[in-house]
């Protein structure tokens, strides 16, 4: 792979990336994203996602299990999990880059039905692969597309296309193409997830989740797990305790506004669990966020 990508990428990202190093562009999946040193710990539920890395190195952990790619590979992320990532390497010279692509469920089915392709073995729900040279075109003229912002609207779909057609036919293609059958189990859970990640602030039984997914309430449990490694109750509180972060440390949310804002009723029991997931209490952690951005002021 030779560096026009990451040129291209560089180009965007200076001049269109926002505080936190991440340029969204005109084409809703896609994202760029930039950062001149090493990162905290990012806590997430990801979205099915491919992310090419073009600079720099990055870690996920989702699980027990840690993932480590860098210049030239390609991360991949099947279902909504938890993950946790971390940049390792990166700095003012050369920048940790890479290129996001949300993956699109529907057209994956389409194009599995149009290349028929079969079933392929389940696996885990994150991947890292050397990036293909085709993806990796197919990325290059999306990125010069945005060069040219009145061909967006016209050229973006067919571009796009050819970027999810060359992921199922290259290293990701197997995984990739379990997404695209409309009556498989990842499927039927990614409609729950929808639900979930909608109405996470409500309280959701799982007997409307299962029906959502067409399946029974046990069956549900269980497939739910397998694809996300958590059960319908502990997605919805890691969606709580993620968004209550952000609301605290980004807009500045006190702990108790915060934690009612995500459907909490008791301010103590979001404090114990917060701290069980993030490993502080919340009032600790961001006392030590704001003492840290005064002291880089």
């Given at each position: 792979m030779d560096d026009s990508l990451l040129k291209a990428v560089r180009?965007?990202?200076?001049?269109?990336?926002?505080?936190?190093?991440?340029?969204?562009t005109p084409i809703p999946s896609l994202t760029t994203i930039r950062a001149t040193a090493p990162s905290g710990l990012?806590?997430?539920?990801?979205?099915?996602?491919?992310c090419l890395v073009l600079q720099g190195t990055k870690q996920v952990t989702m699980g027990s299990q840690a993932f480590t790619f860098t210049a030239g590979d390609s991360l991949l992320i099947t279902a909504d999990v938890p993950t946790v990532s971390q940049i390792m390497r990166a700095n003012v010279v050369a920048p940790y880059l890479s290129l996001v692509l949300d993956l699109d469920l529907a057209l994956i089915a389409e194009l599995v039905e149009a290349m028929k392709l079969v079933p392929a073995?389940?696996?885990?729900?994150?991947?890292?692969?050397?990036?293909?040279?085709?993806v990796a075109d197919a990325a290059l003229r999306l990125m010069r597309l945005l060069e040219r912002p009145a061909s967006v609207p016209v050229l973006q779909a067919q571009l796009l296309r050819e970027m999810h057609y060359w992921l199922l036919a290259g290293r990701h293609g197997p995984a990739i193409?379990?997404?695209g059958w409309p009556g498989g189990h990842a499927q039927r859970v990614a409609r729950a997830v929808a639900v979930l990640r909608a109405e996470f602030t409500q309280p959701l039984p799982v007997?409307?989740?299962?029906?959502?997914?067409?399946m029974s309430p046990s069956s549900?449990?269980?497939?739910?797990?397998?694809?996300t490694s958590l059960s319908p109750l502990q997605f919805?509180?890691?969606l709580r305790l993620i968004e209550a972060r952000r609301l605290m440390l980004s807009e500045g949310r006190a702990v108790?506004?915060?934690?009612?804002?995500?459907?909490?009723?008791?301010v103590s029991q979001f404090t114990r669990e917060y701290r069980r997931m993030f490993g502080l209490p919340p009032v600790r952690e961001t006392s030590m966020a704001r003492r840290s951005e005064a002291a880089a002021a």
């Open positions: 180009r965007y990202t200076e001049a269109c990336a926002d505080p936190a190093g991440i340029a969204r990012q806590y997430d539920i990801s979205r099915p996602l491919v073995e389940d696996g885990g729900p994150v991947r890292v692969e050397p990036t293909d040279a085709e193409r379990r997404l007997e409307r989740l299962a029906a959502v997914a067409g549900f449990h269980q497939h739910f797990r397998a694809v919805q509180k890691q108790s506004s915060a934690a009612f804002a995500v459907g909490y009723e008791s």
